[in-house]
């Protein structure tokens, strides 16, 4: 039987959670692969339990190691456990001022391919975001 191939196209994909447009960065492989991985480029750490935390979107990923850096490039988070996210929290636990912040991200998917990927992701705690 003939193998299905799948084409994935990605033209944007918007949440519109509490006034708050956040867009993600597409990473999908155009090939056979069968891992790949979204990053948010938005999210609003104000504790009302709505788009609170930055946690890259994954598929079929086993390793991940992922950092956060301010804008002056001084680590403010680092992980590697694939469940990980940012709650907007430095590693000493205070929490980050409203701004850009620079996310690299390291990964391996279960079919072995090995992802290296940067973005921009921005903190708004008032909440919400008004392009």
């Known amino acids: 039987m003939n193998q299905v191939k799948h084409i994935f196209i990605v033209i944007g994909l918007l949440f519109c959670i509490n006034q708050t447009k956040a867009q993600t960065t597409p990473m999908f492989d155009k090939n056979d692969s069968i891992s790949n991985i979204l990053l948010p480029n938005v999210f609003t750490p104000n504790f009302d339990s709505i788009n609170d935390v930055f946690k890259p979107i994954l598929d079929e990923i086993v390793e991940m190691d992922f950092s956060i850096f301010n804008r002056y490039g001084n680590l403010v988070f680092e992980t590697t456990r694939v469940n990980g996210f940012w709650d907007g929290r430095t590693t000493s636990g205070e929490p980050c001022k409203d701004g850009v912040y620079f996310c690299v ?3 391996t998917g ?3 391919k090995k992802y290296k990927e940067k973005t921009f992701v ?3 705690t008032n909440g919400f975001y008004n392009k």
Do not use: E, H, T, V
């Open 122 to 124: 921005q903190i708004f």
């Open 110 to 112: 279960i079919d072995g």
């Open 105 to 107: 991200l390291n990964a």
